[in-house]
C-alpha cells in the first residue's frame, strides 16, 4: 500500500513545526528562570489541563520534559499536584517509569524500588508519592496514583511483551483513557508502540532476553520478555509523521503551557484510527532511512 497521503502530505513539509523536546536527542538543559521565559504554577497548569480537555475522573497518562515549560513555581512537584487536581480523586494519573536504557540482557535487573524512571523528573518524582503503584515490567514499567491504581499495575510482567493488549497500555486504551504530552512530540507516545505490537507488524522484535524483578517485597521474578527491535533496518520511527492522521481523525488537541506544547491525545480514537492503516502497511510508521523497501 502506498503511504497514508496525509503523511506523504507532511513527510513533505519536514518535520514537526512544534519546537519539542524529543526522547531521541536530549535537550539543552533551561535554567530555572530562563530568559524569556515566562513563570507558571500549578494554578496555571490546572487551567491549561482543563481547558485542552482532560476529564475529571478519567484515566490519564503522561508523558514529559519539565524543562519544556521555562520556569515551573514548585518545578515537577507543581505539575503533578496540578494533575492530580484535575484527575481528581476518581481519576487515575499514569506515568511511564521505563527502564529500557538501563535494564537488558547484558544488566538484567529491574528494580521495583530503587531503578529510576529514565522517562523524566517528573516521572520519577512521581513515583515516590505515597500510595502511588509501579507495575513490574523490567523495561517499560508504569507508575499510577489515584482510583484503581494498584489493578492498573497488576501482571504487567506476565506479559511476554513490553506493551501487550492486557498491560497497562492496552488498559488505558479500554478505559477509555486519555495521554497528556507536555512539551514532548508523538516521538515519545509509547501507545503507538502498543499499536504495533497490537497491528503485529512482522519486524518488531528481533530478541527474547530472560530479565529478572526484584519487588519491594525483595521477591526475584523472572521475566522473559520480547524485546522490541533494535535492527538498524527497522528500529527508526517516524511517528510524528503520523500526526496529521490523527489531527484529520479529532484524536489530538493542542494548547500551550509557559514555553511547552502541550497534546491531549483520545487513546481509544488514536488506536481505531491507527490499527487499521498498520495492519495494512506495517512500514507506516518507519522512518525515512528504512521506510523503503529492504
Ligand atoms: C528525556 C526528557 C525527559 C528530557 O526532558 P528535560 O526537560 O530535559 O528533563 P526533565 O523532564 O527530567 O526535567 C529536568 C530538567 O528540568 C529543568 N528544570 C529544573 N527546574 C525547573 C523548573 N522549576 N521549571 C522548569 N524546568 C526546570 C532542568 O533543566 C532540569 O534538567 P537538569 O536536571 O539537568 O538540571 C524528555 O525530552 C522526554 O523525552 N520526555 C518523554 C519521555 C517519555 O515519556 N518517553 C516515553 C517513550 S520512550
Redesign the pocket.
Known sequence: MPNHPLVSAARQSGPDAHG????D??????????AG?AAIDKSDLARCFRDIGVRTGGTLLV??????????????H?VIDALLDVVGPGGLLV??T?T?GTVSAAQPVFHEQLSPS???????TFRHRPTAARSLHPTHSVAALGSGAREFCLGHELYSTPCSRSSPYGRLVAAGGQVL?L??GL????LL?GIEEWAEVPWLFNRVETLYVITKAQATLTVVSRRHTNDPNYEERDFPSLEPILREAGAIAYSTA?NATIRLIDAARTTDTLLPLLRENPDLVLGPRVRTPL
Not at 519539542?20 to 526522547?23: G, L, P
Not at 536527542?25 to 530562563?34: F, S, T
Open positions: 519539542d523536546h524529543t526522547c536527542a536530549p535537550p539543552m538543559p533551561v535554567a530555572d528562570g530562563a521565559a508523558h514529559s520534559s519539565l524543562s519544556a515549560f521555562g520556569n515551573v513555581r514548585g518545578a515537577e507543581a506515568m511511564p521505563h529500557w529514565i522517562t523524566g523528573r517528573i516521572t520519577e504530552m512539551g514532548v516521538d515519545c507516545l509509547t508502540h509557559g
